[in-house]
């Protein structure tokens, strides 16, 4: 358990303690919160693209069931995080996806030009849940870059501004 003075800096985190509240800040990224059906423990993650493709959804799943059990339900919810239909990327995205899962393909729409996608990162995120048994995901959806009065938009901003997005274990 973290006890220092400044805050820990990582893309993933979980907690057991009754009171204990974990919050992801994010802008155009995705963020993940689990919670086993128990109420045992929690987890947040920051997923973009790298960090979907790097496994943190699974890491960030296995840590809570370490914690709350190898049989534990867990729900997760899905944050606001740039949509399907203003996320491009190239590619080496869709290829490292694929390279992972073939059917994340579905994931990924024919873009704007050739060797372009339009990526979903929600579809993504609901791929590599349920690859680890989590098929409880709510949220999903919020277009960061779409909905300029709710949200920051690196992408379409380009300046500073994140948002949190918590979850906690009551006290």
Known sequence: PWTGAAPPVADAAVAT?????????TADCLPILLADARGCAVGAAHAGWRGLAA???EATVDAVRERAGRDARL???LGPAIGPTA???GDEVRQAFCDLDPAAAV????GPAPGKWWADLFALARLRLAARGVVDVAGGGLCTVADRTRFYSHRRDRRGGRFA???WLAG
Do not use: I
């Open 55 to 57: 496994g943190v959804a």
């Open 87 to 89: 996320f491009e990327v």
């Open 17 to 25: 303690r009754p009171g204990s509240v974990l919050a992801v800040m």
């Open 75 to 77: 729900f997760a919810w």
């Open 107 to 110: 994931a990924f729409a024919h």
């Open 165 to 167: 997005s918590l979850v």
